[in-house]
């Protein structure tokens, strides 16, 4: 029973985590978006992808691979 506990506590923790480290993204993602000055079509279309998709990167529901958070703070303006 305590081994469950523990794994238990240790799977609710990296949850816990996760949704932080998610949130965190899609805020970033957020602020990039507002901070290149661009409407959110044109943000997309620079990135190659769809408005519906930036969407859930804002949103947290999707998280985005590094290389897509490299191209969003480059279309944005942040990173050379």
């Not at 190659?48 to 691979?65: A, E, Q």
């Amino acid at each position: 029973q305590e081994l469950n506990d523990e794994t238990w506590a240790i799977a609710r923790a990296r949850r816990q985590a996760e949704a932080a480290e998610r949130a965190q993204v899609a805020a970033e993602v957020g602020q990039l978006v507002e901070q290149s000055g661009l409407s959110l079509t044109e943000f997309a279309s620079r990135m190659g992808t769809s408005v519906s998709r930036l969407s859930t990167y804002r949103s947290g529901r999707v998280t985005p691979s590094a290389a897509l958070m490299t191209r969003m703070r480059r279309v944005s303006g942040s990173q050379p």
